[in-house]
T-cell receptor, first 112, second 115 residues
Framework: QKEVEQNSGPLSVPEGAIASLNCTYS??????FFWYRQYSGKSPELIMS????GDKEDGRFTAQLNKASQYVSLLIRDSQPSDSATYLC????????????FGEGTQLTVNP | DGGITQSPKYLFRKEGQNVTLSCEQN?????MYWYRQDPGQGLRLIYY???????QKGDIAEGYSVSREKKESFPLTVTSAQKNPTAFYLC??????????????FGQGTRLTVV
């Protein structure tokens, strides 16, 4: 089992739809979770951080965390073509010395 | 401006040559990381450091070396032992607040090519 696993892509949604991205992690001791967006050829940029169970909303983005199920997700409402990018889930693996570990990423395409 | 600076942006290496990638941050972050990214792939951890003068191997440390002599700096050397070094290298830093690791911020990356 991979330490951080994302749903396989690529994911394609029409403009204005909701895009749903999922991530599971193996370390029950993890406390800090992040979503990054990466455009082709660029470095990752932080979209959301979440530390507590439940939902966290920031504009069109909502992060959801369920520590019991070891699951974190990202919802993008009213998707825009500019949201087309690769989305990376990142988790600090506390039982491995606080290593910041990334999933493989999910490529999202928003079609006009 | 506070941030992370990687240099150079592009680097070409001949077979059998060691090269060093620079990473400097002025965010006063304790932790620093090096990742490698191959085309269409995720980020793989090479080395990380939580404090000065200490660092740990990540998942793909073979053929790489690092040092952490100053809080602000975490250079990565790609040695001749790394047989397939062509990749996009990313440096990141983060801090720890109230026993939680906070978000990591990235430099702009160094694209290394073997010629």
């Amino acid at each position: 089992q991979k330490e951080v696993e994302q749903n396989s892509g690529p994911l394609s949604v029409p403009e204005g739809a909701i895009a749903s991205l999922n991530c599971t992690y193996s370390d029950r001791g993890s406390q800090s979770f992040f979503w990054y967006r990466q455009y082709s050829g660029k470095s990752p940029e932080l979209i959301m951080s979440i530390y507590s169970n439940g939902d966290k909303e920031d504009g069109r983005f909502t992060a959801q965390l369920n520590k019991a199920s070891q699951y974190v997700s990202l919802l993008i409402r009213d998707s825009q073509p500019s949201d087309s990018a690769t989305y990376l889930c990142a988790v600090y693996l506390e039982t491995s010395g606080s290593r910041l570990t990334f999933g493989e990423g999910t490529q999202l395409t928003v079609n006009p | 401006d506070g941030g992370i600076t990687q240099s150079p942006k592009y680097l070409f290496r001949k077979e059998g040559q060691n090269v060093t990638l620079s990473c400097e941050q002025n965010l006063n972050h304790d932790a620093m990381y090096w990742y490698r990214q191959d085309p269409g792939q995720g980020l793989r951890l090479i080395y990380y450091s939580q404090i000065v003068n200490d660092f740990q191997k990540g998942d793909i440390a073979e053929g790489y070396s690092v040092s952490r002599e100053k809080k602000e700096s975490f250079p990565l050397t790609v040695t001749s032992a790394q047989k397939n070094p062509t990749a996009f290298y990313l440096c990141a830093s983060s801090s720890r607040t109230r026993a939680l690791n906070t978000e990591a911020f990235f430099g702009q990356g160094t694209r290394l090519t073997v010629v």
